[in-house]
């Protein structure tokens, strides 16, 4: 069984850099055919995707944020990362970590989800 | 806005059969058979339902159907139980933009 788990700070200030890891269990991230992505969703809000990093590095952002963004892995300890600058109170939401099956983009594991809190 | 339109509520009484819509382009639903439907219950991630416009993933129930045309995408849940409340979200792979994009999600209440 698939299983995916976000950590992170839960407060960030204004201005800093988000930081959040998802670490991956029953499945090496470096397996073909899967996508691992981070989705976030704002306090009452709808799903937005942010961007995702494939099995083989390869990486692919949201336009609306491809300048902010920088996801990441680390095959050796089986998790991927992502990293979101100069945040604003705008960019507090829940934000979740999931693995995607290639080309359907069908979203079928996801993490628990993480509340991050943007605020001086 | 988000790119996918879906109405932003809809309700029905138990056991009755209810059909939520998903509106794209030819971009994205119209031309790929990449559409994946979400149920969300409050306070817990996202759940896929649907996959590839009409599969289910092992363990949905298959009360859950979807199908598409066009640019429209459907969800439909027959037999409506008190537990099917929650919020359904649509997806597609887009061609232009996000490969992932979905739709401001439905909130379905069962009265």
């Known amino acids: 069984q698939v299983q995916l788990q976000e950590s992170g700070p839960g407060l960030v200030r204004p201005s800093q850099t988000l930081s959040l890891t998802c670490t991956v269990s029953?499945?090496?991230?470096?397996?073909?055919?899967?996508?691992w992505n981070w989705i976030r969703q704002h306090p009452g809000k709808g799903l937005e995707w942010i961007g995702y990093i494939s099995y083989s590095g390869s990486t692919y952002y949201n336009p609306s944020l491809k300048s902010l963004i920088t996801i990441s892995m680390d095959t050796s300890k089986n998790h991927f990362s992502l990293k979101l600058s100069s945040v604003t109170a705008a960019d507090t939401a829940v934000y979740y970590c999931?693995?995607?099956?290639?080309?359907?983009?069908?979203?079928?594991?996801w993490g628990q989800g993480t509340l991050v809190t943007v605020s001086s | 806005q988000s790119a996918l339109t879906q109405p932003a509520s809809v309700s029905g009484s138990p056991g009755q059969s209810i059909t939520l819509s998903c509106t794209g382009t030819?971009?994205?639903?119209?031309?790929?058979?990449?559409v994946s439907w979400y149920q969300q219950h409050p306070g817990k991630a996202p759940k896929l339902i649907i996959y590839?416009?009409?599969y289910r993933p092992s363990g949905v129930s298959n009360r859950f159907s979807g199908s598409k045309s066009g640019n429209t995408a459907s969800l439909t849940i027959s037999g409506l139980q008190a537990d099917d409340e929650a919020a359904y979200y649509c997806?597609?792979?887009?061609?232009?933009?996000?490969?992932?994009?979905f739709g401001g999600g439905t909130k379905l209440t069962v009265l």
């Open positions: 999931a693995r995607a099956h290639y080309p359907s983009y069908d979203l079928e594991y």
């Open positions: 029953g499945d090496p991230i470096s397996s073909g055919g899967y996508y």
């Open positions: 590839e416009v009409t």
């Open positions: 030819s971009s994205d639903i119209g031309d790929y058979y990449y």
């Open positions: 997806s597609s792979y887009s061609s232009i933009n996000s490969p992932v994009v």
